[in-house]
């Protein structure tokens, strides 16, 4: 750009839209008068309106180079100048923009009219407030600039919370020293007829509005609050977890105070407040209006996949292993985080092994307190590397909701439990009979014998006899038996029980047993 002569027409008016348009903050309209040698106090409009007429004194004097100053200050502090130039066309000689630092961004709504970009300091749908990084209409920009204003930090993203609108200034937990009193408290004011984006919240439920927190002022950080901290709004408590997981950094939520605020009437005036002690480090507090997604949402949004070839592929080639013997293994479809059947089966790409977990089960457990590590494995896994495993897919369509686990051949060929059962034929039955059993079988069978006569004279048979009156099941008769004892009448043997010590009581001697016809049919005396 030349250094002489009057300032072009076309730039003159690009320099007075971007000064007019909502995504300029104050800290930016005062680092422009600074520079500029303009006063900087005074609110919003008043900073406006003296940058506009500042420019506008330049065309009237023809003063080229004064303006050049303005237009490189525009191009160094506004940091979406470039594209805001490009896309709205403003310049005969369109500025081929930049292309953003970061990759993910927040695309606005299309922008209005041509002649509609300059005239409102309030934005539609997700646009721009005081005191905020933003982007102007139908600009699409790095999410980074919407977590820097005058403290060059930004949150890590997050698939469950996508940043759409800083609300208000970054506020500073300044760091207590020994003299300070035990507790601070830092206070947010809020109403939503100073932020219109607020208003979509009512149609929108994924819209939340969020608290963070960072310990430290620049490059990424992790969300992060004092260790002793609490919040409320509106003189209620927000019951929170502000910590995280113990000794876990980075796995600290944001808290979202949606349900705490009143946004209606829109003039009515929040109070958060913010209360933290004995801190030795500084912390920086901000309030974000931020679109959160649902886990089925996130869901499908898992696209990549492990085809179920390949998995076959890559069992077989363990097996082929020469140094490993191969063994067929047993592959659970229950998921080992909720100990339900998967739904969706799925792991990371850089797991090794073929069990799977369920992905709803495991995104449900990363909203709780983001660690993306494997259950099985504990390799990272982080959402980019979530893939569907289609072989364990395959099975669980094949296969009934009672089936609980498969068994995996070396060969990648899966067989249901009991889908196949060893049949044993009667001839080779008598293989499986003891030959313990066999001579027990012999010897039970000649007692029953002996017992069914007992009309020999054998020990055996007399033994066995012994105190037994007989009855009609033993195929003897009573009369045989008091023939038989009446004839021989001998004692009967003594009965000695091995497992008795010495100690014990010695045994009571065996009654005889009486035969005698009283025996059985009473005495007549």
């Known amino acids: 750009m030349d250094r002489a002569g009057p300032p072009p027409k076309d730039k003159v008016e690009a320099l007075k839209a971007v000064a007019k348009n909502a995504g300029v903050n104050k800290t930016q309209l005062q680092s422009l008068c600074a520079v500029n040698g303009l006063p900087k106090t005074g609110n919003k409009p008043d900073l406006v309106k003296r940058l506009v007429d500042a420019i506008q004194q330049c065309v009237a004097r023809g003063d080229g180079s004064t303006f050049n100053t303005f ?46 970009t300059s005239n409102s300091y309030a934005m539609a749908s997700y646009g721009v407030a005081n005191g905020s990084h933003n982007a102007p209409k139908g600009v699409s920009r790095p999410l980074e600039w919407y977590n820097q204003q005058r403290h060059e930090f930004q949150f890590k993203p ?11 200034e970054v506020r500073d937990c ?16 809020l109403r939503t007829s100073d932020h219109p984006q607020l208003n979509n919240i009512g ?28 919040l409320k709004v509106n003189g209620g408590e927000v019951k929170a977890n502000l910590r995280g997981l113990k000794n876990k950094a980075g796995s600290t939520r944001p808290v979202d105070i949606t349900d ?81 059947r998967l739904s969706k089966p799925c792991r990371g790409l850089d797991c090794g092994h073929i069990q799977c977990f369920d992905a709803t089960s495991y995104l449900q457990l990363q909203e709780q307190g ?7 494995c504990s390799k990272s896994v982080p959402f980019d590397q979530l893939a569907i495993d289609e072989y364990a897919k395959g099975i669980l369509e094949a296969t009934p909701k009672s089936v609980e686990q498969v068994t995996i051949e070396p060969t990648g060929k899966w067989i249901e439990p009991g889908a196949e059962k060893v049949t044993v034929p009667d001839s080779a039955e008598a293989s499986f009979v003891d030959d313990d059993d066999l001579y027990v079988s012999e010897v039970l069978s000649a ?34 038996a008091r023939s038989s004892n009446n004839n021989n009448k001998r004692p009967a043997p003594e009965v000695i029980d091995l497992t008795l010590s010495d100690d014990d009581e010695p045994p009571r001697p065996v009654k005889r047993a009486n035969y005698g016809l009283n025996a059985y049919f009473g005495s007549n005396s």
């Open 71 to 116: 237009y490189t200050s525009f191009e160094t502090i506004v940091p979406w100048f470039h594209t805001f130039v490009a896309n709205t066309g403003l310049l005969q000689q369109t500025i081929k923009p930049q292309p953003p630092p970061y990759s993910q961004t927040a695309i606005y709504p299309p922008a209005p009219a041509h002649g509609n």
């Open 158 to 168: 997050s698939v469950f919370y996508e940043i759409l609108y800083r609300i208000g």
């Open 174 to 189: 300044e760091r207590m020293s020994a003299m300070q009193q035990h507790r601070q408290t830092v206070s947010i004011k």
């Open 203 to 230: 149609n929108d439920p994924s819209l939340r509005i969020m608290m963070y927190c960072a310990a430290g002022k620049n490059g990424v950080q992790d969300i992060a609050f004092p260790h002793q901290s609490e």
């Open 260 to 340: 705490s605020l009143r946004l209606r009437p829109n003039t009515y005036q929040n109070n958060i407040e913010f209360t933290y002690a004995l801190t030795r480090e500084s912390f920086y507090l901000v309030v974000y209006l931020c679109k959160t997604p649902t886990i089925e949402e996130l869901v499908s949004r898992i696209t990549k996949k492990i085809r179920a070839e390949s998995v076959v592929t890559e069992i077989a080639n363990k097996a082929n292993d020469p140094d490993v013997v191969a063994t067929s293994q047993v592959l659970s479809l229950k998921c080992p985080l909720s100990y339900m």
């Open 370 to 376: 983001p660690q993306w590590l494997c259950p099985i």
């Open 447 to 480: 007692a029953n014998h002996g017992f069914s006569t007992p009309g020999r004279s054998t020990t055996g048979a007399s033994t066995t006899l012994i105190g037994t009156p007989m009855n009609g099941s033993t195929g003897g008769t009573p009369s045989l």
